[in-house]
């Protein structure tokens, strides 16, 4: 099980950026599978989780509205469209799936099975 992310960079405030997390070893007709961020001095935050068994999405409130969560079962990749950054979404952002699970909702409260590397995302001017 492999999940690879990348996409992170700097980008400004009302801006956008996507972000890529390409899997191997498993498939995304199951699992739930999201994205996670950690900012310096804070603790890991689940932003958007999705259920690739029934296609159901959690987000977090700070990024409700703003970030979406996709994937193309194809390319085996899961997509995370940030629009409208803000400064505060600055952190190291992850992508990590539950294997045994699919609800979105528990992986992005509980965390994941299996994590991938991270990426920078900065949001500055």
């Known amino acids: 099980v492999q999940l690879q992310a990348s996409g992170g960079g700097q980008v400004q405030p009302g801006g956008s950026l996507r972000l890529s997390c390409r899997v191997t070893?498993?498939?995304?007709?199951?699992?739930?599978i999201g994205w996670f961020r950690q900012a310096p001095g804070k603790e890991r935050e689940g932003v958007s989780c999705?259920?690739?068994?029934?296609?159901?999405?959690h987000y977090s409130d700070s990024v409700k509205g703003r970030f979406t969560v996709s994937r193309d079962a194809a390319k085996n990749t899961v997509y995370l469209q940030m629009d409208n950054p803000r400064p505060e979404d600055t952190a190291v952002y992850y992508c990590?799936?539950?294997?045994?699970?699919?609800?979105?909702?528990?992986?992005?409260?509980?965390?994941?099975?299996?994590w991938g590397q991270g990426t920078q995302v900065t949001v500055s001017s």
């Open positions: 070893g498993f498939t995304l007709d199951r699992p739930a």
């Open positions: 999705l259920s690739t068994l029934n296609d159901i999405v």
């Open positions: 990590g799936v539950d294997l045994g699970h699919s609800s979105s909702y528990a992986l992005c409260m509980r965390g994941p099975s299996d």
